[in-house]
């Protein structure tokens, strides 16, 4: 019996899971995968619609209930945080009272952004506008917002549409914890007991290597789900979020995470987590 699987056709996921999916995996279940942007696996979590998901770490006080955190395949990293855009060049005292474009309000990203706003912006930001990825670029470069909170590939193509770096809020997490950027996570339905869960975390971790030891394997399935990005951009992609906490979140990853979501509860944007509720079995 197949397990269901969303996760996201970004370059990232695809390399990931390319050799899980297509059963290059030894022993490893087979996969029923859905392909869907993480604003709306977020929303799938918190449905309890899926075996496994990829989701932002910023909806798991809502749904570690029902789904355990796997120890890698998911998306930390150094120096690929998301950024604050604006069409010219300015400083963060000049968006108070601003509008600011996000992807959602349910992401490691406005996590981060929040964070920094509450020590860089006086009085803080005015209004925040939830928007499509896709749209939030063009948004700041025609002035229907004052910034644009963007992720993923922005960071490669954003002077393209003559945008400035108004803040990187990886740097900022980064300079105040020295800890990885925690982005985007795998979770697994905890009903399915704890062997199960244990070889879900072992084909997500093999499917990871064998990705590494054949880069050329996952190359068709990554440009077919890339949406028309730019091949060297999927590659910068890649090299950026797939790292050794992909592998495995190990000490460093477990902290950032933990780190995050206590000073995300602290200013009142999540639920507190229970002490134990990032544990894996075994």
């Keep these: ?25 030894p022993g490893a279940p087979e996969l029923d995968v859905t392909f869907a942007d993480i604003d709306i696996t ?3 979590a918190e449905r309890g619609e899926s075996d496994i998901l990829k989701v932002s770490y910023a909806v798991l006080p809502w749904v570690l209930e029902e789904y355990a955190l796997l120890p890698c395949g998911g998306a930390l990293g150094r120096g690929c945080g998301p950024l604050v855009l604006t069409r010219e060049e300015s400083d963060p005292a000049r968006l108070a009272g601003g509008t600011v474009a996000v992807p959602s309000e349910r992401s490691t990203a406005y996590l981060l952004f929040r964070l920094w706003a509450a020590r860089a912006v006086p009085g803080g930001v005015g209004r925040i506008v939830v928007m499509p990825f896709h749209e939030i670029m063009p948004a700041v470069r025609d002035g229907g917002v004052d910034a644009g909170l963007v992720i993923h590939e922005a ?7 003559g ?12 300079d105040e914890t020295g800890l990885p950027i925690p982005l985007g996570a795998i979770i697994a339905k905890r009903s399915l007991g704890e062997e199960r869960l244990v070889e879900l975390a072992e084909a997500a971790k093999a499917s990871v290597l064998l990705a590494w030891d054949d880069p050329e394997a996952s190359q068709a399935y990554v440009a077919e789900h890339a949406q028309e990005m730019d091949p060297s951009v999927a590659r910068q992609h ?28 602290a200013e009142g944007l999540v639920p507190p987590i229970k002490p134990d509720a990032l544990r894996f079995p075994g």
């Design 42 to 44: 977020n929303g799938m």
């Design 155 to 161: 960071r490669f193509t954003y002077q393209e549409y």
């Design 238 to 265: 890649i090299g950026l979020y797939v790292n050794e906490f992909t592998a495995d979140l190990g000490v460093d990853g477990y902290a950032a995470v933990r780190g995050l979501l206590t000073r995300a509860a």
């Design 1 to 25: 019996m197949s397990l269901r699987i969303a996760y996201s056709p970004c370059p990232n996921d695809t390399f990931v899971f390319h050799a899980w999916a297509h059963g290059l995996v």
């Design 163 to 174: 945008l400035h770096c108004l803040a990187d809020m990886g740097e900022a997490w980064e």
